[in-house]
């Protein structure tokens, strides 16, 4: 009974410990991403669908990738800074949806 008593204090003692120890590390890696990468101004620019009627929204920067919309010209978007490719934006629409838009129909404004 007293084994049993003391095994489940020294669990309960690792516990806590595993508990503290990854709050730490969470709080840690949150000030890291902070520090890292594009500052807040940097890290969104707005834009607007130019030269092209009607431009589809990728699920990935593919033009072969599925079509999530279809946004008209004159369209504004958010522009996520930190996921673009060399041929692709990663836009954020109106409406929240999230997708890839080729960089030669978007405008930065």
């Known amino acids: 009974m007293l084994r049993d008593k003391k095994k489940e204090e020294k669990v309960k003692e690792i516990e806590n410990v595993k508990e503290v120890e990854t709050e730490e590390t969470e709080e840690k890696e949150v ?9 807040e101004e940097e890290a969104f620019k707005d834009g607007v669908v130019s030269n092209c009627s009607n431009l589809n929204i990728r699920k990935k920067p593919d033009k072969n990738a599925d079509i999530l919309k279809v946004v008209p010209e004159g369209e504004e978007v958010v522009i996520d800074m ?6 692709f934006y990663n836009v954020i629409l109106k409406d929240g949806t999230e997708g890839f838009a080729m960089k030669e129909f978007i405008k930065l404004v």
């Open 31 to 39: 000030e890291e991403e902070d520090t890292l990468g594009l500052n």
């Open 82 to 87: 930190d996921d673009n490719t060399e041929i």
